[in-house]
């Protein structure tokens, strides 16, 4: 019986693409950061801080269906037992696509949590 480790070997080295792409991040586990100001942040006013964060706020959330309630992984799932090329083809296209989807929620939050804290250091809607 003759087995073989073609697949395997493509769906290991896409799940650790960004890890080999990104050397600066420390891998998949996500890791707390300073607070990380951009220029021009102390100028910001309260009601600009709230702005800021009501348009990061949409940002946060998954747009993407769960893997059990995504309709296309049905489909590949059904294509697949066909031709089998097909999960090798949608797959690991969509853990990427999650994998980019879990990032720009984190660089959100992040980005939320400074904004929350410069609204502290400057003492908004305190009477």
Do not use: W
């Amino acid at each position: 019986m003759r087995v073989r480790l073609q697949p395997i070997v493509l769906l290991l080295l896409l799940n650790l693409s960004p890890l080999l792409a990104e050397e600066s991040k420390p891998g998949y586990y996500y890791r707390p950061e300073g607070f990380i100001f951009r220029p021009g942040d102390e100028q910001l006013s309260c009601t600009d801080l709230d702005r800021e964060i009501a348009l990061f706020e949409p940002h946060t959330y998954s747009y993407k269906p769960k893997f059990y309630e995504d309709p296309l992984h049905g489909g590949s799932l059904l294509g697949g037992s066909i031709f089998h090329p097909a999960l090798y083809a949608y797959l690991p296209y969509s853990a990427h696509v999650e994998y980019q989807e879990h990032e720009r929620i984190l660089q959100a939050r992040r980005r939320i949590a400074v904004l929350r804290q410069l609204k502290a250091y400057q003492r908004c809607y305190e009477d």
